[in-house]
């Protein structure tokens, strides 16, 4: 069982890096995003509630990587639905394969490309003047969340293309993506969201997560923030871990 | 010529046939800058209280930008259109037409301009019933023209990257040089707010005068001192992306 998670989630790995086109856009474009909410938006830390940070960049480090481990989300669908659409997936079940690693081979491969992903964007804020004021144990818990809520997201891609095995279905989730980004306090301090974004904003499991990473990213490794944004990750990643197995099983029942 | 303007009119309308046989396709050319627009104004909306904005909404300040992405992605859109035909033999078939292949660019960018139309009523329908001012009937047929003319030097871009890569797989280059063009500019705030190494990048940026051109109807009046700047600048980036596209054109098949 673990050889084959294993041996597929390096599978799962390979054919990403061998396709940089589907890997490049969950960087570059939350990348862009970030020096376009810096550089525009920067002024906003003057309005009134908008808690002290020593810069924009600081507060806004915490959103990017959320997009991007999103979007991460949304390739780990794509990845699965080309499997199914070009008959890997048929393949696959028909060998002595354990069911269950087919589902957690690639969540596997999720929980990668996400730690790739958090690094990446904590070494980007470093350079351009971020400072982690949790010094190394905040980047663990930055690290942490950042993986699990990623390894959750590549499983909510992987339900959704065992459900609709087409993968333009999958990339149509594209827009909700932001959609659902858009109504939490990732990108802005729930105080300051307008109505009706601040409500919802407020129940958004994001809005734990992008305040657990950054917690210590941007003010100090205080628990209560990085522990609920890990329990709210973890909660997603078994969730749709748990419900990705049972879709693979109902796939393979009505085959 | 009446044979030229034929053949132009009828690759604008195998352009614009695509909106009506697969409707489906032209959804997220609409919804994304839509979604875009709305998530922005709700999230960052108290930013126009700040001093510079000059009192308007962020809804209105930030309609512009939403207009321009959907030229941009429609720009795109015919990119990845054409490498799709290229890949699957139509463009070559095409190109033994015995029509000059300026005429065949122009039929493929003139539909990208008039379905560019297409996000730009949608966003403006919505803004408008969450309370944005009218911006007059100028403010309006500037907005249209200038959006119209960013689609064209959109579309010339990406048909310039499709017939360089003649591959579908290219879409997102496409797509990322009218994101970074919009973008860079004074899109989220006045220039006056913006960072320094943004305000540099958005001073050189032809774009932001179209920008500051389309957005002028909505935050005040339309005045000739916004307007020149952003019809040069918007013919200016036909003018160099049609010469390379044509040039590209002419290339293929040699």
Same mark, same amino acid.
């Given at each position: ?39 525009? #938006? ?149 105080? #300051? ?63 | ?9 009828? *690759? /604008? ?16 050319? !609409?919804? @994304? ?33 939403? /207009?321009?992405?959907? @030229? ?26 015995? @029509? ?11 539909? @990208?301009?008039?379905?560019?139309? *297409? ?28 959006? /119209? ?11 310039? !990257? ?31 707010? *913006? ?41 200016? *980036? ?17």
């Amino acid at each position: 069982m673990r050889r084959s998670v294993v041996a597929l989630a390096r599978r799962a790995l390979v054919n990403a890096l061998r396709k940089p086109q589907f890997l490049a856009p969950l960087v570059i474009f939350p990348s862009l995003f970030l020096a376009i909410n810096v550089g525009g #938006l920067g002024a906003t830390r003057e309005l009134e509630g908008f808690p002290a940070v020593d810069g924009f960049l600081d507060y806004q480090l915490a959103a990017a990587i959320l997009q991007s481990l999103l979007l991460g989300g949304v390739s780990a669908g794509i990845a699965v639905a080309l499997d199914i659409e070009g008959g890997f997936f048929d393949r696959l079940v028909a060998s002595p394969t354990p069911r269950v690693a087919i589902v957690l081979g690639r969540v596997l491969a999720a929980s990668v490309i996400a730690a790739i992903q958090v690094v990446y964007f904590l070494v980007l804020g470093l350079i351009f003047g971020a400072s982690i004021k949790g010094g190394a144990l905040g980047v663990l818990c930055v690290l942490a969340i950042g993986v699990v809520a990623g390894t959750g997201f590549g499983a909510i891609g992987v339900l959704i293309a065992l459900r609709a095995r087409s993968a333009s279905t999958v990339q149509g989730i594209f827009p909700l993506v932001f959609v659902v980004l858009f109504i939490s306090s990732a990108f802005f301090p729930l105080e #300051l969201l307008s109505a009706p974004a601040d409500v919802i904003a407020r129940y958004n499991p994001l809005s734990f997560i992008a305040d657990g990473m950054r917690q210590p990213i941007a003010f100090s490794n205080e628990a209560l923030p990085v522990l609920e944004g890990l329990l709210t990750a973890t909660a997603i990643a078994a969730t749709a871990i748990g419900l990705s197995i049972l879709a693979l099983r109902g796939r393979l029942r009505d085959a | 010529m009446k044979a030229g303007l034929r053949t132009v009119g009828a *690759l /604008m309308r195998r352009g614009l046939n695509e909106i009506l046989r697969v409707p489906g396709g032209a959804v997220p050319g !609409v919804l @994304a800058p839509t979604i875009f627009m709305l998530g922005l104004a709700a999230v960052f909306g108290k930013a126009a209280s700040l001093e510079g904005y000059g009192g308007v909404s962020f809804l209105a300040f930030i309609l512009p930008v939403g /207009m321009l992405q959907g @030229a941009g992605f429609t720009g795109a859109a015919t990119g990845v259109n054409l490498a799709r035909d290229i890949e699957r033999g139509w463009f070559d078939r095409m190109l033994l037409a015995p @029509a000059p292949r300026p005429l065949l660019l122009a039929g493929v960018v003139a539909s @990208a301009s008039l379905r560019a139309l *297409l996000p730009a009523s949608f966003l403006l329908i919505v803004a408008l019933a969450f309370g944005v001012d009218w911006p007059g009937l100028l403010g309006l047929s500037l907005a249209a023209v200038l959006v /119209m003319g960013l689609a064209a030097a959109m579309a010339c871009y990406a048909t310039l !990257v499709a017939l360089r890569f003649r591959t579908q797989q290219a879409a997102p280059l496409m797509q990322i040089g009218s994101f970074v063009a919009v973008l860079f500019t004074t899109a989220y705030a006045p220039r006056e707010l *913006l960072a320094g190494w943004l305000r540099a990048i958005a001073d050189v940026n032809p774009v932001t005068h179209v920008l500051e051109g389309v957005r002028q109807g909505f935050v005040g009046d339309v005045t000739w001192a916004a307007t020149w700047p952003a019809l040069v600048s918007v013919a200016g *980036l036909v003018l160099l992306f049609g010469a390379l596209a044509v040039r590209g054109m002419r290339r293929q098949g040699i």
